[in-house]
């Protein structure tokens, strides 16, 4: 495989692990505070991940150059899932997911400042159909919602914090200087988990973990494994093969997981006229495969 369809492929497999989050997100929300549940599940995939890096060697004394940039990009991760818990907590998870495929029309904003990623006019129309189909969504298939511009608090919450995962993309390849994407994740992961300690170190106190319902064990162990460590080496991976439009472009595949996801969790499927968005989020990921 050429380096671009490895990326291509590790994206496909981000999308469907990313999906899962939001189901079992949206379960255990109302259980516990966003930033105990992810100090938790950041202390234990960094601790995973920490484990292979030594088995892989370790380490390298060049990796330690700079720290400060683990710290941004951990800031950035931290800001993106305490924002996607907190709007669990009010909003579906479908609609969550359609706002998070939003993310590549700012990513490719983000791209453009930051490393001159320029759009061509296949990928730019990809972009714009797919907001329509998230928006779509989001507002529930409501065209008078749509129209007074009213999204739910749990979406607007979220849109903040896919604006950090936007920012996210364009910043890997800036800020790595040759650090194995293992050993770039493993600081990051690191530094977000410190991050997470001292924000939630209240949040983490107050929580009766004894008493905890079991959706919230199950969300903090698959979110740690498939949604953490996981989603991020492979993010990393295609961040360094991918432009930062179609790294974000596979977003377009969640809400379709999600509904696949609340299905098979016994949760029902989403009205028709939703569906609607959702196709136009697929025509937009085929666009953009397509392109070039």
Not at 92 to 112: D, H, I, N, R
Not at 165 to 191: C, K, S
Request: proline content about 5%; glycine content about 10%; some cysteine.
């Amino acid at each position: 495989m050429t380096p671009a369809a490895r990326g291509h492929l590790a994206m496909l497999t981000f999308s469907a692990c990313v999906a899962g989050s939001f189901s079992l997100g949206a379960m255990a929300a109302p259980h516990i505070a966003p930033s105990a549940l992810n100090a938790v599940r950041f202390a234990l995939a960094t601790l995973l991940l920490g484990a292979v890096v030594v088995m892989r060697g370790g380490v390298p004394r060049a990796a330690l150059t700079a720290p400060w940039r683990y710290g941004v990009i951990g800031a950035l991760m931290v800001a993106y899932f305490v924002l996607m818990f907190e709007g669990l907590r009010t909003a579906a998870p479908v609609s969550m997911a359609a706002v998070f495929t939003l993310t590549p029309v700012m990513a490719a904003g983000f791209g453009w400042l930051l490393l001159r990623q320029h759009l061509s006019r296949r990928m730019a129309l990809a972009l714009a159909i797919g907001g329509a189909g998230a928006l779509w969504v989001i507002f529930r298939a409501d065209l008078s919602a749509l129209l007074r511009f009213a999204p739910g608090r749990g979406e607007m919450v979220y849109l903040l914090g896919c604006a950090a995962h936007a920012i996210y993309a364009p910043m890997v390849p800036r800020l790595n200087r040759g650090e194995p994407g293992l050993v770039f994740t493993f600081g990051t992961m690191v530094a977000g988990t410190l991050l997470l300690i001292v924000f939630g170190w209240g949040a983490l106190r107050a929580t009766d973990w004894a008493a905890l319902p079991g959706i919230v064990w199950v969300t903090i162990l698959y979110t740690t494994v498939a949604a953490t460590a996981l989603s991020t080496v492979l993010l990393q991976f295609a961040a360094m093969r991918l432009p930062s439009a179609k790294v974000m472009a596979y977003t377009y595949l969640i809400p379709s997981w999600v509904i696949l996801w609340e299905l098979a969790l016994g949760r029902g499927a989403p009205p028709a006229a939703i569906l609607v968005g959702i196709g136009l989020t697929v025509v937009a990921l085929l666009l953009l495969l397509r392109d070039g």
